[in-house]
């Protein structure tokens, strides 16, 4: 549990797709389809979604997706928790690796990810980037991995 602004928020597996869609959205980042989610977690206030983040599995790649944190409660831990929380995830279900599309790298490599390329992921890639209207011009997007 983390204190914010004299409320606890409540960190829990959450299977409220619409809420950490609309979060997501809200947030900045592009639509997108829930396809292959094994797990995801939400921070909640008052039972309001504040904080969210997915896990994906395809095959042995295991990605975070749909990380975001609402404006008012960045800088306090959250999205820190929430990978740490899908990374425990992964370890559990036998991951060596935790890949992420990292739309702000620097956080990612804050928390122990290191830049990695496209070529080199199992996982992520910058194919549906190019139909986001953002790509290259707001949204400058790395590969990042962190060893589990």
Known sequence: MHSTDSKSTILRKT??????????LESGLEDGEFENIVCAYGYFIDGEIVGCVAMKRVDDAHSVEWLAVKEEQRGKGLGQSLVAAVAVEAERSGARELWALARVPEFFLRIGFMISS?????????????????????????????VL
């Open 15 to 24: 299977d409220n797709f619409e809420a950490i869609r609309r979060l997501s």
């Open 118 to 146: 496209p070529e080199e992921s199992p996982g992520p890639t910058f194919e549906g980037c190019g139909k986001c209207g953002q790509y290259k011009i707001s949204c400058f997007p790395k590969v990042v991995v962190k």
